[in-house]
Nanobody, 119 residues
Framework: VQLQASGGGEVQAGGSLRLSCAAS????????VGWFRRVLGKEREFVAA????????YYADSVKGRFTISRDNAKNTVYLQMNSLKAEDTAVYYC?????????????WGQGTLVTVSS
């Protein structure tokens, strides 16, 4: 499956952005999908994930209550709604997919989309 992430940009602290991860080649119907982020010079960090059929969601503590992951089966797309953004959310965000009904170590990665939060 090929993944295409989009929706990054620059926003002021307290603002919102919505990232999209669209699948091509195959549908998301057999995959759990997640978002990671990486700040230059730091380790990649898990952000959120969603299982496809049941829709179980998983969040990093740092984004709970501010970010929401969701999916649109018809559009074969996963979204990450990011609210109350902080400067420390600035990073390159990547979507990734893991084959199977529940979230696990992803095998497929999309290109990153840059999110910049200015204070």
């Amino acid at each position: 499956v090929q993944l295409q992430a989009s929706g990054g940009g620059e926003v002021q602290a307290g603002g919102s952005l919505r990232l999209s991860c669209a699948a091509s080649g195959r549908t998301f119907s057999s995959y759990a999908v997640g978002w990671f982020r990486r700040v230059l010079g730091k380790e990649r960090e898990f952000v959120a994930a969603i299982s496809w059929w049941i829709g179980n969601t998983y969040y990093a503590d740092s984004v709970k209550g501010r970010f929401t992951i969701s999916r649109d089966n018809a559009k074969n797309t996963v979204y990450l709604q990011m609210n109350s953004l902080k400067a420390e959310d600035t990073a390159v965000y990547y979507c990734a997919a893991a084959y199977g009904s529940t979230w696990s170590e992803p095998k497929y990665w999309g290109q990153g989309t840059l999110v910049t939060v200015s204070s």
